[in-house]
T-cell receptor, first 113, second 112 residues
């Protein structure tokens, strides 16, 4: 099994629908993150969590919400999806030792029509 | 301007060396990273360098750090078609949350 698992891998949804992207990890890391990737724009941080009781906004949190259900689970919700939220979404984890960097999931490709 | 800058594309021939460059603005950067993203996959950490080093070598990969110019480079020797991917530079600072700032990524295309 992958260290960081994202579901679904692909999703097409309609404008205005609520959608949840899920992330689970077996790394035992406290820190979890959600990023979106758009061509030519690189990675932009949406939300991050340093432990179960900690939630922080990233640079582009508007239109998104998150829930940290357990140390191993961190979900991202789009309350009312819009077309410009079409992107590739990544979950990542890290521990407190910066030498190990981040462990990324394989991504969820979301299309809002 | 951006905190971490990279050129968007690099094209090389198989067997040649590739050099991917990155510049950053924060002089307090301590850890600098190179990640690789293959098609359809997430990013994978390739290597990192700590700010008190100026070079790090790992098999075909050589990382050079010029702190004075705030310039980081990744050299891939004997580039193979399997090295075709997007390469991201990232840096973390000495204080705060240690969340890295990523560059936009450089797409490396290796021609046979």
């Amino acid at each position: 099994d992958a260290d960081v698992t994202q579901t679904p891998r692909n999703r097409i949804t309609k404008t205005g629908k609520r959608i949840m992207l899920e992330c689970s990890q077996t790394k035992g890391h406290d820190r979890m993150y959600w990023y979106r990737q758009d061509p030519g724009l690189g990675l932009r941080l949406i939300y991050y969590s340093f432990d179960v009781k900690d939630i922080n906004k990233g640079e582009i949190s508007d239109g998104y919400s998150v829930s940290r259900q357990a140390q191993a689970k961190f979900s991202l919700s789009l309350e009312s999806a819009i077309p410009n939220q079409t992107a590739l979404y990544f979950c990542a984890t890290s521990d407190w030792d910066r030498e190990n960097g981040y462990t990324f999931g394989s991504g969820t490709r979301l299309t809002v029509v | 301007g951006e905190d971490v800058e990279q050129s968007l594309f690099l094209s090389v021939r198989e067997g040649d060396s590739s050099v991917i460059n990155c510049t950053y603005t924060d002089s307090s950067s301590t850890y600098l990273y190179w990640y690789k993203q293959e098609p359809g996959a997430g990013l994978q950490l390739l290597t990192y360098i700590f700010s008190n080093m100026d070079m790090k070598q790992d098999q075909r990969l050589t990382v050079l750090l010029n702190k004075k110019d705030k310039h980081l480079s990744l050299r891939i020797a004997d580039t193979q078609t399997g090295d075709s991917a997007i390469y991201f530079c990232a840096e973390t600072q000495s204080g705060g949350s240690y969340i890295p700032t990523f560059g936009r990524g450089t797409s490396l295309i290796v021609h046979p």
